[in-house]
């Protein structure tokens, strides 16, 4: 399975902090993608990275890929409290595969 | 644009009666995706359609579970009969392009409580 998986499984910091969420996979991917989900909300997407690029940024968000060690990391600088969420990565197969998603992480980031 | 819609947002039934959940994709997407949340197996995808045409359906649990897209506004996954173990939040995404592992855009879910 290529299912990512994010670690820590939650995370409490204070607001200003920076957050630093990571995601492995298994296999080859296309692209890993990033989601924020609110507490009785849908998923809203963030960030796409492909497989060719090792950084990408936008706004207070900064992900980085590293394809030789099937990871990601998501970085969100100068947190605040309306980060607080469920983050999500999302791998995109190369053999024309679905998205898999990982379990998330739960970010609580305190006023 | 109003994002993908989708109803009921809550919905309460009890064991054996049919459930229909809706949806309605952003205009001009083509891909279409149902997904169901439950905290010990998180999200799931279902099936999900390309230009109304189902394309993977591995993920429907059981023949109890079926979906339709009659056309590219509206998608509809239907569960007969419900069971207690269906209870989740059930997700309808959609996306621009055909493949299915690029960018998709959820709507806010439909809450499914079976007693």
């Known amino acids: 399975s290529q299912q990512g998986e994010e670690d820590p499984q939650a995370l409490s910091i204070q607001e200003g902090e920076n957050a630093t969420m990571n995601c492995s996979y298994k296999?080859?991917?296309?692209?890993l993608q990033w989601y924020r989900q609110n507490s009785g909300r849908g998923l809203v997407h963030l960030i796409l990275?492909?497989?060719?690029?090792r950084e990408k940024h936008s706004g207070r968000l900064r992900v980085t890929l590293d394809t030789s060690k099937k990871s990601s990391s998501l970085l969100i600088t100068a947190s605040r409290a309306a980060d607080t969420a469920s983050y999500f990565c999302?791998?995109?197969?190369?053999?024309?595969?679905?998205?898999?998603f990982g379990q998330g992480t739960e970010l609580s980031v305190k006023p | 644009d109003a994002g993908v819609i989708q109803s009921p947002r809550h919905e309460v039934t009890e064991m054996g009666q049919e459930v229909t959940l809706r949806c309605k994709p952003i205009?001009?997407?083509?891909?279409l995706f149902w997904y169901r949340q439950t905290m010990m197996r998180g999200l799931e995808l279902l099936i999900y359609f390309n230009n109304n045409v189902p394309i993977d359906d591995s993920g429907m649990p059981e023949d109890r579970f079926s979906a339709k897209m009659p056309n590219a506004s509206f998608s509809t996954l239907k569960i007969q009969p419900s069971e207690p173990r269906d209870s989740a939040v059930y997700f309808c995404a959609s996306a621009l392009d055909r493949a299915a592992r690029g960018t998709q855009y959820f709507g806010p879910g439909t809450r499914l409580l079976v007693l």
């Open positions: 999302a791998t995109g197969g190369n053999q024309g595969g679905k998205l898999i």
């Open positions: 205009s001009g997407h083509n891909s």
């Open positions: 296999t080859s991917i296309n692209n």
């Open positions: 990275i492909r497989s060719n690029e």
